[in-house]
């Protein structure tokens, strides 16, 4: 088992595709015409990837890389800066920030960026490494 220190970090990155929104539409029943592709009348002028997708990163990164396999994610604190179009390619970054001994979990920075290295999405996650 890896011993976890402030400061430690990990990235995963992944580029949406159609695909990824028609799957995620069928699986949860999300049909706010923001996603969907056929909308022509989307305030952002084309649809959006869901923000739990994005938040699927993110849980990616922390059950397989850190703290890694066997984590448990605890709480999310995020907040949306910019619209994810199909096409595009984030890059999740989270980075140790405090360490609760007590209930031996860990506080993560969370950061993504966008294929221009735009910020799309902050905040902080807590999560219990494996034991």
Known sequence: MRTLTVGDSAQRS?????????????????????HKMESGECRFGAPIVHGMLLAGVISALIGTQLPGPGSVYVSQEIRFIRPVFCGDTVTAICRVTQLYSDTKQARLRITMRNQEDKLVLSGYAIVLPPA
Not at 14 to 34: A, C, E, M, S, V
């Open 14 to 34: 992944k580029r949406f595709t159609k695909q990824d929104l028609i799957d995620y539409i069928r699986l949860t029943g999300d049909q706010n015409p923001l």
